[in-house]
């Protein structure tokens, strides 16, 4: 069983950055993909970056191409989201997830594929 715990979440204004972090409580070394995803007011919660477990492969959504940036620290098992440029449009709760894979396999962009969610950081951004 993995717990993730995000964290970083908060209120910044249009233009703005925030990083959110996801910690794993799985064993070091474990070979999970991770992946973000958000759920905005009255949405459905939709992919918005994934990382592979040796970070080799990186996927954004088309809306955060270029303001995003996915990481992972693998000796914490941690990944990060570096949220810059910030529009009020990405106002969300940010779930990070997290999927055992093989090598040389990308994150998965589907939800249904991910095995482990965390609870949700919200993210507001003003204009």
């Known amino acids: 069983q993995v717990q993730l715990v995000e964290s970083g979440g908060g209120s910044v204004q249009a233009g703005g950055s925030l990083r959110l972090s996801c910690a794993a409580s799985?064993?070091?070394?474990?070979?999970?993909?991770m992946g973000w995803f958000r759920q905005a007011p009255g949405k459905e919660r939709e992919f918005v970056a994934g990382?592979?477990?040796?970070?080799?492969?990186?996927d954004y959504a088309d809306s955060v191409k270029g303001r995003f940036t996915i990481s992972r620290e693998n000796a914490k098992i941690t990944a990060y989201l570096q949220m810059n440029s910030l529009k009020p449009e990405d106002t969300a709760v940010y779930y990070c997830?997290?999927?055992?894979?093989?090598?040389?396999?990308?994150?998965?962009?589907?939800?249904?594929?991910?095995?482990?969610w965390g609870q949700g950081t919200q993210v507001t951004v003003s204009s």
């Open positions: 799985a064993r070091p070394g474990s070979s999970y993909a």
């Open positions: 997830a997290a999927v055992f894979t093989g090598p040389f396999e990308p994150a998965p962009l589907e939800q249904r594929s991910y095995n482990y």
């Open positions: 990382i592979s477990r040796y970070g080799e492969y990186t």
